[in-house]
């Protein structure tokens, strides 16, 4: 059991874990807008961090737009800033889709991960009750380090955060409007966040989520988010749902893990097909678990999270 934990763990501190708020990192450079950075965001439910706005060309406060929350925010932009010289690229991937008039007025939000303590926000709280107790008592000792963090980093982002920027930019604050997306661990705090905050989230994108909750085949974990999504997963109406994963490196474990998810999303109501779809599960062979393939397929579920309805 232990080595389970230990696995876990393992398999969920990489994505951007060595930056912390604190350092002294220049502005990400991008080829589409422009980046404005709001310094140690503090928060009365989390350790603060920055946080980075992309604006997109053109932008005016004249006009009003659409948010996309990411988590990783470290990650998501230029790949000269980001811990392994990786990036997702949003602005060129969105900036794309803006100039091609495929998607409306769009600014992203990307929230720093907290480091240390990453695997403690990211990983959903209420997954825990469905887990045996001796495991999640361990679990919650040695890979959330004594203290889950989700339910506090959820308020965070829709007490503190949300509210600053509607006041800060011109936004269009509906759910209708408000998206939140991530990969891996970020793939699973972005589903439970829609889930948890219907009323506040449209839409949820997770690449390469990480249902499989380690670095290994396993049913515990697995099963507690299926237990969770069951009772929890928000009604499909008003909502749109996008699962991916590749097939190399840590998404190679995913395949048993993600079908069952899309039947539970099915059973639930949500639509694949038609004019009313609001639901897209795909699989990219080759691809694996790196924000360079991230990167490569972003578009897909940025056009399916924020175009036109």
């Given at each position: 059991?232990?080595?389970?934990?230990?696995?876990?763990?393992?398999?969920?501190l990489?994505?951007?874990?060595?930056?912390?708020?604190?350092?002294?990192?220049?502005?990400?450079?991008?080829?589409?807008?422009?980046?404005?950075?709001?310094?140690?965001?503090?928060?009365?439910?989390?350790?603060?961090?920055?946080?980075?706005?992309?604006?997109?060309?053109?932008?005016?406060?004249?006009?009003?737009?659409?948010?996309?929350?990411?988590?990783?925010?470290?990650?998501?932009?230029?790949?000269?800033?980001?811990?392994?010289?990786?990036?997702?690229?949003?602005?060129?991937?969105?900036?794309?889709?803006?100039?091609?008039?495929?998607?409306?007025?769009?600014?992203?939000?990307?929230?720093w991960?907290?480091?240390?303590?990453?695997?403690?926000?990211?990983?959903?709280?209420?997954?825990?009750?469905?887990?045996?107790?001796?495991?999640?008592?361990?679990?919650?000792?040695e890979?959330?380090?004594?203290?889950?963090?989700?339910?506090a980093?959820l308020?965070?982002?829709?007490?503190?955060?949300?509210?600053?920027?509607?006041?800060?930019?011109?936004?269009?604050?509906?759910?209708?409007?408000?998206?939140?997306?991530?990969?891996?661990?970020g793939?699973?705090i972005?589903?439970?966040?829609?889930?948890?905050?219907?009323?506040?989230?449209?839409?949820?994108?997770?690449?390469?989520?990480?249902?499989?909750?380690?670095?290994?085949?396993?049913?515990?974990?697995?099963?507690?988010?299926?237990?969770?999504?069951?009772?929890?997963?928000?009604?499909?109406?008003?909502?749109?749902?996008?699962?991916?994963?590749?097939?190399t490196?840590?998404?190679?474990?995913?395949?048993?893990?993600?079908?069952?998810?899309?039947?539970?999303?099915?059973?639930?109501?949500?639509?694949?097909?038609?004019?009313?779809?609001?639901?897209?599960?795909?699989?990219?062979?080759?691809?694996?678990?790196?924000?360079?393939?991230?990167?490569?397929?972003?578009?897909?579920?940025?056009?399916?999270?924020?175009?036109?309805?």
């Amino acid at each position: 059991m232990k080595r389970f934990i230990t696995l876990a763990l393992a398999a969920t501190l990489g994505l951007g874990a060595p930056a912390r708020a604190a350092d002294p990192l220049p502005l990400p450079a991008v080829e589409s807008g422009r980046i404005e950075r709001l310094e140690n965001f503090p928060s009365k439910f989390v350790d603060a961090r920055h946080v980075d706005v992309w604006l997109p060309e053109g932008y005016s406060p004249a006009r009003r737009y659409q948010v996309l929350y990411m988590h990783d925010g470290q990650m998501l932009f230029d790949p000269s800033t980001s811990w392994n010289r990786q990036a997702w690229k949003v602005d060129r991937a969105l900036g794309r889709l803006l100039q091609q008039g495929q998607v409306p007025d769009t600014l992203v939000v990307g929230i720093w991960n907290n480091g240390r303590y990453r695997h403690a926000e990211y990983f959903p709280q209420k997954f825990l009750p469905f887990m045996p107790a001796d495991l999640r008592e361990r679990y919650i000792r040695e890979a959330l380090q004594g203290k889950p963090l989700a339910d506090a980093y959820l308020r965070f982002l829709v007490e503190e955060l949300k509210p600053a920027i509607d006041q800060r930019y011109p936004t269009l604050p509906d759910a209708a409007h408000t998206f939140v997306m991530g990969s891996s661990m970020g793939g699973l705090i972005s589903v439970y966040a829609m889930n948890e905050y219907p009323q506040v989230f449209g839409g949820a994108a997770g690449l390469s989520t990480h249902w499989v909750g380690a670095h290994r085949p396993n049913a515990t974990l697995p099963l507690a988010a299926y237990r969770y999504l069951q009772g929890a997963l928000a009604a499909p109406e008003g909502h749109r749902l996008y699962q991916d994963h590749g097939t190399t490196e840590l998404d190679a474990l995913y395949a048993p893990y993600q079908p069952f998810v899309d039947e539970l999303v099915r059973e639930r109501g949500y639509r694949e097909q038609g004019a009313q779809a609001n639901f897209l599960s795909r699989v990219f062979p080759g691809s694996g678990h790196n924000e360079a393939a991230w990167a490569a397929r972003l578009e897909i579920p940025l056009l399916f999270l924020l175009g036109p309805r």
